[in-house]
């Protein structure tokens, strides 16, 4: 059998039962010092009761210490009230709880039977109802430790029924019989209480797990287990907020380059292995000062508190790179990714969490655009080009695109025949405030604002037009936005235009980016065939430049690729370069795709790239951008006297 003192004995406690401890000892905080309280009173007035049939010792000593140690115990738990308990303190002032009640009820216990010895059948009849209802109020206020409650009605009870039945009289067995239900009663509703308050914990710690984990959830990123986007941004804002305007801190955007056509040619359950694998890599940089987040998709964050200079920060940017460079293997996949990383500084370049991500993003934005595969902090150049995007964004949202919008005219040239066989369409914008702007500059500013759409429509429609007066045999080639692609509607507005402009669609090129298939494939591909159904041609734009496959040439129906202008410019000081440029054709030659190679300046590489094989070809060599007002005189010119070799003479 288990002792009285068992339950308080120094133990593993599980979880729960830290949690019962805790709730046990919150509630005997409240309701000790009434308890005190009520055993006091019903000392005193037994003592008075007694005062002139007892010895003075029993009315005036013993009551005494009684309420003396009543009162101790009344301050000792009213200074406790205010203060905050772990669950093993909590166990060890349960346990002091069980010594000193059980100490107390003894004496108490003592001081009662001895009272009754002294009294009538009045007296002892009261002592009894004071002895039962003490008892009672003890087991509900300690019911929560049903040992303890049990204990006290043990020491009492029985000392009680054996007085009744050595004193005898008429009435002695049925008070002993009403003692007795009266124990069991309150051992029923004890342990009955006892069990209720367990349950209803056990409830309580159920619904607490349950919302630490739904918070986990909410906070968590259920494919690599990083905090996610909403927890990233919380503890960056709680971050910013203690290090106050003396801290300091960093925070980088990464995204991964490479990990779309991954996700497409093998699939997503490639993907995840991929993104579980790459943050597994970044989290080994996690810990200390520095948190690390998937914010969505293949983008990743962290940040870090500390002073670092521009070196240390480009260094971390480097070691994190070259973490995720590392190839990969699953099973028989072998595949590899690169990141590229924007950093911003607190409170340097932005003095809160918002403003400080929009810097780091725009850091890796310019890092993807010019040194992709490695790291950028963000600088006052980049904050000089980000205030004139939001001048361009707000002259675009109030420009007059009809007015301010032209198009100029670049050709196009077989290479062997060289005669012009089509012309590039080219968008110029001219805004009474800023001027002349370059499309590099606005095309993208126009496609994060979604405002490309009235830009292609008007475009495409002035391009068709003049496009309508060109000698049979000459194409008009267009370069259509990304966001063109993806937009159902978009496209559904560029077909219409097409189908009314009075242009045989058999004369159109439609120009696709390789960033635009990575970014979407399936949209892509989709939007390309409804293209294609009209009898427009297709051209995979910049070929080389991004992060496309042979998988998705294979699966496009494709009638040209475009070859980017940065190889031919390395053709002349590049073995390498001269390499990829005549590999690039003789991939087109056997698929049997049309070739055209941009950037064309000099003799010397049209002479390298019509020994290669090339088809067409396209460059200042050529031509640059006229207005649709001299496209004919550029007509007539190539066919009088057009041919390389009169031009360089």
């Not at 003890?138 to 204990?151: E, G, K, N, T, Y």
């Not at 309150?186 to 918070?215: G, I, K, P, T, Y």
């Not at 669609?505 to 939007?527: C, G, H, K, Q, W």
Request: overall charge negative.
């Amino acid at each position: 059998m288990p002792s009285l003192f068992e339950e308080w004995r120094p133990k593993p406690a599980s979880g729960l039962e830290r949690e019962l401890d805790l709730a046990r000892l919150a509630l005997l905080i409240t309701n000790l010092p009434l308890l005190y309280g009520i055993i006091c009173l019903n000392v005193i007035v037994t003592a008075h009761a007694f005062a002139h049939v007892a010895p003075p010792e029993l009315i005036y000593a013993a009551p005494a210490v009684l309420i003396s140690v009543a009162i101790s115990r009344v301050i000792y738990w009213r200074r406790r009230r205010e203060m905050i308990y772990d669950a093993d303190r909590a166990r060890e002032m349960l346990r002091s709880v069980h010594v000193v009640a059980i100490g107390s009820g003894a004496l108490y216990t003592a001081w009662t039977i001895a009272l009754f010895l002294y009294g009538d059948l009045l007296l002892r009849s009261q002592v009894v109802f004071t002895v039962v209802i003490t008892n009672i109020i003890c087991s509900f206020i300690l019911a929560q430790l049903p040992r303890v409650a049990l204990a006290l009605a043990g020491i009492s009870m029985p000392g009680f029924l054996l007085l009744l039945g050595i004193t005898g009289g008429v009435d002695a067995p049925v008070i002993a019989l009403d003692l007795t239900l009266v124990g069991l009663f309150l051992a029923h509703m004890v342990m009955a209480s006892s069990r209720d308050f367990e349950a209803l914990v056990a409830a309580r710690v159920r619904a607490v797990a349950l919302a630490n984990e739904n918070q986990r959830l909410a906070n968590t990123d259920s494919l690599t287990g990083l905090p996610n986007r909403r927890e990233f941004f919380q503890r960056l804002e709680r971050a910013i907020g203690a290090e106050g305007d003396q801290g300091r801190l960093v925070m980088g955007v990464i995204d991964l380059d490479g990990f779309k056509p991954i996700n497409d040619l093998y699939g997503h359950a490639i993907g995840d292995c991929v993104l579980r694998e790459c943050a597994a890599r970044l989290e080994a940089f996690s810990g200390g000062e520095t948190t690390i987040a998937r914010l969505g998709g293949d983008e990743f964050a962290l940040f870090i508190r500390g002073d670092f200079d521009e070196a240390d920060i480009l260094h971390l940017g480097d070691q994190v790179c070259a973490a995720i460079r590392a190839p990969l293997r699953f099973a028989d996949v072998h595949a590899g990714v690169s990141a590229s990383i924007g950093f911003a500084r607190f409170p340097h370049d932005a003095m809160d969490a918002h403003h400080l991500y929009e810097r780091a993003d725009y850091a890796l934005y310019f890092g993807k655009q010019n040194h992709r595969g490695g790291p950028v902090l963000f600088s006052s150049e980049h904050e000089s080009k980000m205030l004139l995007n939001a001048r361009i964004e707000q002259a675009l949202r109030k420009a007059d695109f009809e007015k301010e919008l032209s198009i100029q005219f670049q050709p196009m040239l077989h290479a062997e025949t060289q005669e012009i066989v089509a012309f590039e369409a080219l968008t110029r914008w001219s805004n009474p405030d800023l001027g002349l702007v370059s499309p590099e500059v606005f095309i993208p500013v126009a496609e994060a604002g979604e405002l490309i759409h009235i830009i292609t429509r008007t475009s495409l429609r002035k391009a068709l037009l003049a496009a309508r007066n060109w000698p049979a045999g000459i194409n008009l080639s267009f370069n259509i936005s990304i966001r063109d692609l993806a937009s159902q509607r978009a496209l559904n507005q560029v077909m219409m235009l097409i189908r009314s402009s009075g242009f045989d669609p058999a004369r159109l090129d439609i120009e696709v980016t390789e960033t635009a298939l990575v970014a979407d494939f399936e949209r892509a591909s989709a939007a390309i065939a409804q293209l294609k159904a009209m009898g427009v041609n297709i051209s995979l734009d910049d070929f080389g430049t991004g992060y496309s496959s042979l998988a998705y040439v294979h699966r496009l129906p494709l009638d040209m690729i475009k070859i980017d202008r940065s190889f031919v410019q390395e053709m002349h000081v590049s073995a390498v370069a001269r390499d990829i440029v005549r590999s690039m054709i003789g991939l087109c030659s056997n698929l049997k795709l049309n070739c055209v190679t941009e950037g064309v300046e000099t003799a010397e590489q049209f002479d390298l790239l019509r020994a290669f094989g090339c088809t067409f070809v396209q460059g200042y060599l050529f031509g640059r951008p006229v207005d649709e007002a001299e496209v004919a005189n550029v007509i007539a010119r190539f066919r009088s006297d057009g041919r390389v070799e009169a031009r360089r003479a």
